[in-house]
């Protein structure tokens, strides 16, 4: 036997922000005009003080000021969160990824030296594969081929990394003093946690009533 | 939210000749192995095709899903109710660009995924192109969908594809806040009054057959996944995650005293299952191919939101932008 169905028809919308839509049901569905292909920048979160910043994934932005913001709505709703940060996808180097017992150090090309100053830079490793590329510490290097091979001898020892990721310090645009304000009222927000949903007394009143009402 | 499997699409397995057979068996003694796949590794044409086609259904599912219950934000009972509902929603489409992001590693842009949304060619979750008429509608979507949904990405979240396991483990973690307001929202409609009571009552019974649909057409008539399974691209079949499903909340719906609109819905004590009443099929086909009673209006909010943003992305554009596949 098939279930019958009661409203399998087309219906006129019932959203009432759709009906005061202007041109709502006029417009023919075309592909839309190629604008939206933004930037993607990587972002990275660091959940408590003390605790390394972590990869979390990317936003899609204008700039790296909305990149910055967007990452904080996308990623840092809920759970704690103390600081992040992010930079333009194109400006993280990325070493070849491995597998097994080889590391990743292993295969990077011969150092070049580089020509211009030296400067900072963030190194990212990748020490499970599956899970999230973790912060080990910062290098200085006058570019980014010298800056993977500083890495491998100040973090590579005797551990096999699977990934390595370096990024320019300067092309990272980092949590200051006055954005930590962003998150103080996270602890607040208990709607968004399960915890806030207790409704067991409620039940277990209404299971009493229906036990005596029959 | 989203249920896998909602297409009847079958996939070709010939392109496998193509593949050099020593990276093939690497890959899948890989995933036998239990490791993860990432973007940079070697990965048969086939899965990335499946992959690409299951995390944009599921992105578009999100965005869409969205769709009928943020109509119900401005008319919530009250303001505990309405800023909950409003972090669902924030939550949905939250998840949409974090599924956008694990899908387009694989290398499609996200521009292309809502080019296809747009236009049609890509499907999302059937079960919204069913209208949320009142706000029991909307509470049954808040607990019993998002429950559904969570049986599916929990599954989901144990794949072979580490991008889409991160995401999945985030979205799973919010998805309990979700599931937790929706039942909240439903015992107090079913320890209110007659009349919220009858309320819930009459969403239960609009909505439980595209419940029905929600996991995908039945093992029986479904194209066939032993090739997506043996991935870890799909963990469990449709079927396993139906009865997945009724074994958790079929108990809690009739511990309120609801009626599910189902005279053949009984656990059977020899295998185990449970037994209902086959769904319409053909509705779930006729619907998933546009025929349904609001997916001309959902495409439309989409097409409408696409063009009233226009100006802003005009305004955005810079030559210094360059659109680079994701990481990881």
């Given at each position: 036997m098939l279930l019958n169905r009661s409203i399998?028809?087309?219906?006129?919308?019932?959203?009432?922000?759709?009906?005061?839509?202007?041109?709502?049901?006029?417009?023919?569905?075309?592909?839309?005009?190629?604008?939206?292909?933004l930037g993607t920048y990587e972002v990275f979160v660091q959940a408590k003080e003390g605790k390394p910043f972590q990869h979390e994934g990317i936003v899609h932005a204008s700039d790296?000021?909305?990149?910055?913001?967007?990452?904080?709505?996308?990623?840092?709703?809920?759970?704690?969160?103390?600081?992040?940060?992010?930079?333009?996808?194109?400006?993280?180097?990325?070493?070849?990824?491995?597998?097994?017992?080889?590391?990743?150090?292993?295969?990077?090309?011969?150092?070049?030296?580089?020509?211009?100053p030296t400067e900072a830079y963030e190194v990212y490793h990748l020490v499970k594969r599956g899970k999230q590329h973790v912060h080990v510490g910062e290098v200085m290097a006058s570019s980014p081929q010298e800056a993977m091979h500083s890495a491998k001898e100040k973090f590579g020892a005797g551990k096999v990394v699977y990934n390595v990721w370096v990024i320019r310090k300067s092309n990272i645009r980092y949590t200051n003093e006055a954005d930590k304000d962003l998150w103080l009222t996270l602890p607040e927000k208990k709607y968004r946690d399960a915890a806030d949903y207790k409704a067991g007394d409620k039940l277990t009143a209404f299971l009493e009533r229906v036990k005596h009402s029959v | 939210?989203?249920?896998?499997?909602?297409?009847?699409?079958?996939?070709?397995?010939?392109?496998?000749?193509?593949?050099?057979?020593?990276?093939?068996?690497?890959?899948?003694?890989?995933?036998?192995?239990?490791?993860?796949?990432?973007?940079?590794?070697?990965?048969?044409?086939?899965?990335?095709?499946?992959?690409?086609?299951?995390?944009?259904?599921?992105?578009?599912?999100?965005?869409?899903?969205?769709?009928?219950?943020?109509?119900?934000?401005?008319?919530?009972?009250?303001?505990?109710?309405?800023?909950?509902?409003?972090?669902?929603?924030?939550?949905?489409?939250?998840?949409?660009?974090?599924?956008?992001?694990?899908?387009?590693?694989?290398?499609?842009?996200?521009?292309?995924?809502?080019?296809?949304?747009?236009?049609?060619?890509?499907?999302?979750?059937n079960i919204f192109?069913?209208?949320?008429?009142?706000?029991?509608?909307?509470?049954?979507?808040?607990?019993?969908?998002?429950?559904?949904?969570?049986?599916?990405?929990?599954?989901?979240?144990?794949?072979?594809?580490?991008?889409?396991?991160?995401?999945?483990?985030?979205?799973?973690a919010e998805e309990s806040f979700h599931l937790k307001y929706g039942h909240h929202c439903v015992i107090y409609l079913a320890s209110?009054?007659?009349?919220?009571?009858?309320?819930?009552?009459?969403?239960?019974?609009?909505?439980?057959?595209?419940?029905?649909?929600?996991?995908?057409?039945?093992?029986?008539?479904?194209?066939?996944t032993e090739v997506l399974m043996r991935w870890k691209v799909k963990m469990s079949t449709n079927d396993d995650q139906r009865n997945q499903f009724l074994d958790m909340y079929v108990p809690k719906i009739w511990e309120l005293g609801f009626t599910i609109p189902d005279p053949n819905l009984k656990k059977n004590p020899e295998t185990g299952r449970w037994d209902y009443t086959e769904p319409d099929w053909e509705e779930f086909k006729r619907v998933i191919n546009g025929d349904g009673p609001c997916n001309k209006e959902r495409l439309e909010v989409r097409r409408v939101a696409e063009e009233r943003g226009q100006w802003v992305r005009e305004a955005l554009k810079s030559p210094s932008l360059r659109y680079v596949t994701p990481l990881a």
């Amino acid at each position: 036997m098939l279930l019958n169905r009661s409203i399998a028809f087309m219906m006129k919308p019932i959203d009432p922000r759709v009906n005061r839509l202007p041109g709502f049901g006029q417009g023919s569905i075309q592909p839309k005009a190629p604008l939206d292909q933004l930037g993607t920048y990587e972002v990275f979160v660091q959940a408590k003080e003390g605790k390394p910043f972590q990869h979390e994934g990317i936003v899609h932005a204008s700039d790296i000021e909305l990149a910055y913001i967007l990452a904080k709505e996308t990623f840092t709703r809920r759970f704690t969160c103390v600081s992040l940060y992010v930079t333009e996808t194109r400006d993280v180097y990325v070493s070849p990824l491995t597998d097994g017992q080889t590391s990743s150090y292993e295969l990077l090309p011969p150092a070049t030296a580089g020509n211009g100053p030296t400067e900072a830079y963030e190194v990212y490793h990748l020490v499970k594969r599956g899970k999230q590329h973790v912060h080990v510490g910062e290098v200085m290097a006058s570019s980014p081929q010298e800056a993977m091979h500083s890495a491998k001898e100040k973090f590579g020892a005797g551990k096999v990394v699977y990934n390595v990721w370096v990024i320019r310090k300067s092309n990272i645009r980092y949590t200051n003093e006055a954005d930590k304000d962003l998150w103080l009222t996270l602890p607040e927000k208990k709607y968004r946690d399960a915890a806030d949903y207790k409704a067991g007394d409620k039940l277990t009143a209404f299971l009493e009533r229906v036990k005596h009402s029959v | 939210m989203y249920g896998g499997g909602n297409t009847f699409e079958g996939i070709k397995t010939d392109s496998l000749a193509q593949e050099d057979p020593q990276k093939l068996a690497e890959f899948e003694a890989r995933i036998a192995r239990g490791e993860k796949i990432e973007p940079t590794d070697w990965m048969p044409e086939l899965y990335r095709k499946q992959l690409v086609r299951m995390i944009e259904q599921h992105a578009h599912s999100e965005i869409i899903g969205a769709l009928p219950e943020g109509t119900w934000i401005t008319r919530a009972p009250g303001f505990k109710r309405k800023l909950s509902l409003m972090a669902k929603v924030q939550d949905e489409v939250g998840h949409a660009q974090l599924l956008y992001s694990a899908a387009e590693t694989l290398g499609k842009s996200r521009e292309q995924m809502i080019d296809d949304l747009i236009t049609g060619k890509s499907k999302y979750s059937n079960i919204f192109n069913y209208p949320a008429f009142t706000w029991a509608d909307s509470c049954f979507i808040s607990w019993l969908v998002d429950a559904g949904a969570i049986v599916n990405q929990l599954a989901n979240a144990k794949g072979s594809y580490g991008p889409y396991c991160r995401a999945l483990d985030r979205i799973c973690a919010e998805e309990s806040f979700h599931l937790k307001y929706g039942h909240h929202c439903v015992i107090y409609l079913a320890s209110g009054t007659e009349k919220q009571r009858q309320m819930f009552q009459e969403a239960l019974n609009r909505w439980w057959p595209p419940m029905m649909h929600f996991f995908g057409p039945s093992d029986k008539i479904s194209a066939h996944t032993e090739v997506l399974m043996r991935w870890k691209v799909k963990m469990s079949t449709n079927d396993d995650q139906r009865n997945q499903f009724l074994d958790m909340y079929v108990p809690k719906i009739w511990e309120l005293g609801f009626t599910i609109p189902d005279p053949n819905l009984k656990k059977n004590p020899e295998t185990g299952r449970w037994d209902y009443t086959e769904p319409d099929w053909e509705e779930f086909k006729r619907v998933i191919n546009g025929d349904g009673p609001c997916n001309k209006e959902r495409l439309e909010v989409r097409r409408v939101a696409e063009e009233r943003g226009q100006w802003v992305r005009e305004a955005l554009k810079s030559p210094s932008l360059r659109y680079v596949t994701p990481l990881a």
